[in-house]
């Protein structure tokens, strides 16, 4: 375990054990900067479905000396296509990562991951305090104080919001009636996970594109279960309907038998994965702008707290790990100046992720092509690229999952 260094001049507060909150703790840590997480939830084992992790993020962990544990509990697909709706006509094959860059991409339980991130804080002697809601704060030139519901007071020098996308750290910031506060509901993502073996079938990881909707599933704990997530449009809510959709809820037995309804000939592994599921969790999707700044003073954002983006990218793990990494950099290198180090965490991150953000939304536009002729036009360009050029389209990620966190500061 790392002992704090002794007149470190720095000692750091994280609101949320979350994916972003866990990794920013133990690389703290690891540089001798005590911190302590405040979390909401009495446990926080994480729940929740699958999750893709890309190279980018595996390199992260990989430098925290987390390899094993990962490898443990996760599956590399050889590789994952993208396939049209209806024709099952293959547009895009991903192939393994491993291959292209020396790096695993892996889908694995997000349970599991947060599993490995909680015992590595716990291995490090990160403190955390599990059933701690934070609902304000005060900072002055020496610190931040940061209350508790039950009337706790937490004094440090930095004060990092990790508390995810509906972040109450971000509001206390910048203010509800600004534009981060002002998402748009774009969409719903209905999530789960079923035994696999009630589907019949070999299942193909990747994506199935068609009008206005995809789906995407992947095999997850060696195959035992498998993950879905059945993405769709939706538009012209009245802003009292999309105040309502602001939790993740349980779909209803009516939604779910809905949902089957509207992806009926898609293809027999989404017909197949539908008919198994009995249950499933509606998250809705909102499209965020970029923020112009992630920090006042001595308080700071990371994660989905500052830039959350749609899920069509799968990075959104992968940015909060990455955060988590640089941040805990940053403030080492300017421990003298934490507030230069919130700053230069912002100028180091920002243009990576809003750059997620907007190719995330973009890919939703490019998934979801409904007018027949463009789709028609776009899915004939793609089936023929995949076949004369097959590394095309992996190509066009290479700017992403080759980026190295580690050397970034
Ligand atoms: C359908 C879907 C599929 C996705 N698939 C992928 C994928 O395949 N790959 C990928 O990389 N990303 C994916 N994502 C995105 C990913 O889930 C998020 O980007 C990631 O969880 C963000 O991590 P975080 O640590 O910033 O926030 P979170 O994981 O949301 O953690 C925030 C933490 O803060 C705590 N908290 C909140 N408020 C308070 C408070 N006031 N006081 C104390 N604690 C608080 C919460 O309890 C939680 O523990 C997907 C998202 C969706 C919706």
């Not at 999707?285 to 923020?291: A, C, G, Q, V």
Request: glycine share 10%; with cysteine.
């Amino acid at each position: 375990m790392n002992r704090p260094a002794k007149n470190c001049p720095l000692r750091v507060l994280i609101v949320g054990a979350g994916i972003g909150g866990l990794t920013a703790a133990i690389n703290l840590v690891v540089r001798n900067i005590p911190v302590r997480v405040i979390e909401r939830s009495a446990s926080s084992e994480g729940i929740g479905a699958g999750l893709q992790l890309q190279p980018n993020a595996t390199r992260v962990l990989h430098a925290m000396g987390l390899a094993e544990r990962l490898a443990a509990v996760s599956m590399e697909p050889s590789e994952n296509l993208l396939t049209a709706a209806y024709s099952g006509r293959v547009l895009a094959r991903l192939p393994q990562a491993r291959t292209r860059i020396g790096l695993p991409h892996y889908q694995l339980h997000r349970a599991d991951l947060q599993h490995i991130l909680l015992e590595s804080a716990h291995e490090h002697g990160v403190q955390i305090l599990p059933g701690q809601r934070a609902v304000g704060h005060t900072q002055d030139s020496a610190g931040v104080t940061l209350q508790t519901q039950d009337g706790g007071e937490y004094r440090a020098e930095v004060l990092i919001g990790a508390d995810g996308a509906r972040s109450a750290v971000r509001t206390w910031l910048f203010g509800a009636g600004e534009p981060a506060d002002q998402p748009v509901l774009v969409g719903l993502a209905y999530r789960g996970l079923v035994d696999a073996e009630k589907v019949e079938g070999k299942i193909i990881p990747g994506a199935v594109i068609g009008p206005r909707r995809h789906f995407v599933s992947y095999p997850l704990r060696g195959g035992s279960l498998i993950n879905f997530v059945a993405q769709e449009e939706i538009g012209g809510l009245s802003a009292e309907e999309n105040k309502k959709e602001k939790n993740e809820l349980q779909a209803s037995a009516a939604e779910l038998a809905a949902l089957r309804a509207r992806f009926a000939g898609w293809s027999p592994q989404v017909e197949a994965i539908l008919r198994a599921a009995d249950t499933c969790l509606r998250w809705p999707l909102y499209r965020h702008r970029p923020l112009p700044a992630w920090s006042v003073g001595r308080v700071g954002l990371l994660g989905d707290a500052c830039h959350p983006s749609l899920p069509n990218l799968a990075s959104g793990a992968g940015m909060a790990i990455e955060d988590g990494y640089i941040i805990a950099a940053s403030l080492e290198k300017y421990a003298a100046n934490p507030t230069h180090g919130l700053r230069e965490f912002y100028r180091l991150r920002s243009n990576r992720c809003a750059r997620i953000q907007t190719g995330a939304a973009w890919m939703a536009t490019l998934f979801h092509l409904h007018p027949p002729l463009q789709r028609y036009l776009v899915h004939g360009m793609l089936a023929v690229a995949s076949r004369i050029a097959p590394g095309l389209v992996a190509h066009g990620f290479t700017w992403t999952h080759h980026y190295d966190a580690t050397k970034i500061v």
